[in-house]
């Protein structure tokens, strides 16, 4: 089964505004991944990140590996409507499939 | 880059009945992997290949379900006698296999209803 936390399961904010959303494990992960999904549609990649500690940034999206390696965080700057949909975590161990959170549903009101 | 490709996008089956997606991963991937996702949950690994080689299986996948990648490039899925919980999205996704943790590309999906 999953390993990956992500709470809340919905957020809301008003365009404009900044969120942050956390993910945690019990378990050591190498890489940490951020992907976003629009309904119907394959998740696509945000953010990859390979070293403990990395921050890094993606036009209005910012994310961290966790020093510890079992969590990360993603934050998005500036909201605005497109930024809608499903956000998952995913961690992965050296040469190893990927594991996924249950995802955190992000609506934005105009 | 033309991304992953999954044929066809949406398929409806009775039940009982054999089902069979394809994949077709960027083209110089060498790895490729099958995830399922149901609503309100993340992707859950299947399988993957490195190239032909089918090198690790979930116990989520039944004996029903058999995945191929007879050449190394592109990949099948096939479920047989098929049941109302197989009614979920399949996703194939790819990466290198080299140099360390690639990240993976998914395609798309291919999602099944089973009635």
């Known amino acids: 089964g999953q390993q990956l936390n992500q709470s809340p399961q919905s957020m809301f904010i008003q365009e404009g505004e900044d969120v942050s959303m956390n993910c945690t494990s019990s378990s050591i992960f190498n890489t940490w991944l951020w992907y976003k999904q629009d309904p119907g549609e394959g998740p696509v990649l945000l953010i990859a990140?390979?070293?403990?500690?990395e921050l890094t940034s993606n036009g209005r999206l910012t994310a961290q590996f966790g020093i510890t390696r079992k969590d990360s965080f993603l934050n998005i700057s500036a909201s605005i409507p497109s930024d809608v949909g499903i956000y998952f975590c995913a961690g992965q161990r050296a040469n190893s499939k990927l594991t996924f959170g249950k995802g955190i549903t992000l609506s934005v009101r105009p | 880059d033309t991304g992953v490709s999954q044929n066809p996008r949406h398929k409806i089956t009775k039940r009982g009945q054999n089902v069979t997606f394809r994949c077709d991963p960027i083209?110089?991937?060498?790895?490729l992997y099958w995830y399922r996702q149901t609503l309100g949950q993340g992707p859950e690994f299947l399988t993957y290949?490195?190239?032909?080689?089918?090198?690790?299986k979930s116990r989520l996948l039944s004996d029903r379900f058999s995945a191929e990648r007879p050449k190394g490039s592109f990949s099948t899925l096939e479920i047989q006698r098929t049941e109302q919980g197989d009614s979920a999205m399949y996703l194939c996704?790819?990466?290198?296999?080299?140099?360390?943790?690639?990240?993976?590309?998914f395609g798309n999906g291919t999602r099944l209803t089973v009635t």
């Open positions: 290949f490195q190239n032909e080689a089918q090198l690790e």
């Open positions: 990140l390979y070293k403990a500690g």
């Open positions: 083209s110089e991937h060498n790895r």
């Open positions: 996704a790819s990466r290198r296999g080299q140099g360390g943790n690639s990240p993976l590309h």
